[in-house]
């Protein structure tokens, strides 16, 4: 079964500091895809990145990074030189290469402050 | 564009009672999804249907019942509400069921059941 695994429940930083989610993940799939989405306190879920299992180029955007490792089973995400409107709950999620069911991680809540 | 639209947004139930959650999407996407929010534990996926006339259960979909009216609409109902189900309802959509496709969800549905 699919497992995604966010370990950090909560992180508090001060605004500019770096800041690196988490996030492991379990499957027994060839081909499987990743993503990362973001909760602000508004409660709607913002799409940030996906990523296929045979892609473990990292990506970066903006002020976002993402280290995809197979051999760890990680896809962390890394927020530099952190914002107050960066604040919000991050989820990890995984699915399969033929379906669209994601599987979520508990989500991480991220508290950025001045 | 509205992307997928989610009624109501809040509702307050005693238990016993039914209700339906309405969602719409104007994207012509195929696949539809309902998933519940429950703190410390992600997004749980309850029903979806990968295609018009289909329907199938997800990890936790005692106590409901979903219709895909057409392509655009698809319903979750609680015939008999229970205090477990007060939770954040997301409905989603994508062009179909494929793990290649990223999710749009909706603003989500506040439910609280008394």
Known sequence: AQKVTQAQTEISVVEKEDVTLDCVYETRDTTYYLFWYKQPPSGELVFLIRRNSF???????????????????????????????????????????????????????????? | NAGVTQTPKFQV???????????????????????RQDPGMGLRLIYYSASEGTTDKGEVPNGYNVSRLNKREFSLRLESAAPSQTSVYFCASTWWDSGANVLTFGAGSRLTVL
Request: net charge negative; charged share 15%; glycine share 6%.
């Open chain 1, 55 to 114: 892609d473990e180029q990292n990506e970066i955007s903006g002020r976002y990074s993402w280290n995809f490792q197979k051999s760890t089973s990680s896809f962390n995400f890394t927020i530099t030189a952190s914002q107050v409107v960066d604040s919000a709950v991050y989820f990890c999620a995984e699915t399969t290469g033929t379906a669209s069911k994601l599987t979520f991680g508990t989500g991480t809540r991220l508290q950025v402050t001045l």
């Open chain 2, 13 to 35: 139930l005693k238990t016993g009672q039914s209700m339906t959650l309405q969602c719409a999407q104007d994207m012509n996407h195929n696949s539809m999804y309902w998933y």
